[in-house]
């Protein structure tokens, strides 16, 4: 049975984001899949990577959880907000300190490139934005999405990293905004 994670990245936890991943949760588990969350929000952590890599920062309890969820789970399934063409500093912040040397890859002596440590799973970016996808993608050359998904995802071995859109949000009638979740809600019965 496919073991899914949902980490919902935005701050607000009444925000559009947040309902749905839980949408996405819901039709999930209805489906059969074993299923956990994150919500970012609710989790005790100092966003701030303060030395780099240059020295091991302790861990704070949310996030050891959150490293076990991790390799728990088949299925990884990001939800956030479109800001600034990337990510809120919640969920960068939650990246940093978590997809740390030694959990997520590890620097090998001989070679440039790292080892993967997170192979055999897959991804979902679940992104909700201002703008229209179009723009975001072609115009701006979706830079969010090359950083999670190039940058972090598939540098630790996770792959394929899928990658859902959904705006414009902001002002959008409700015909639109219950498209976005029944878009949502077949991604998680799905589980893709």
Known sequence: ????LVIQGHPNPKSLCAHLAETYQAKA???????????LPELKFD??????????QKLEPDL??????????????FVFPNW????????KGFIDRVFLPGFAFQYQEKSPLPKKLLKNKSAR???????PAWYYNYLMKAPGV????????EFCGIKPVKVTTLGPVRKAPVEKLNKFI??????????S
């Not at 966003?47 to 091991?56: A, E, W």
């Not at 050891?64 to 399934?77: E, G, R, S």
């Not at 970016?125 to 703008?131: F, R, V």
């Open 84 to 91: 600034w063409t990337s990510m809120p500093a919640l969920l």
């Open 64 to 77: 050891v959880t959150a490293q076990q969820a991790i390799l728990w789970a088949d299925h990884l399934v």
């Open 125 to 131: 970016l679940i992104i909700t934005m201002d703008s």
């Open 29 to 39: 588990k209805q489906s059969g899949y074993e299923i956990q969350q994150l919500n």
């Open 1 to 4: 049975m496919k073991k899914i």
């Open 47 to 56: 966003l701030s990577l303060h030395l780099g890599y240059t020295d091991q």
């Open 182 to 191: 029944e878009k949502v809600k077949h991604l998680g019965t799905s589980g």
């Open 146 to 153: 090359n950083l999670l998904k190039r940058g972090t995802l």
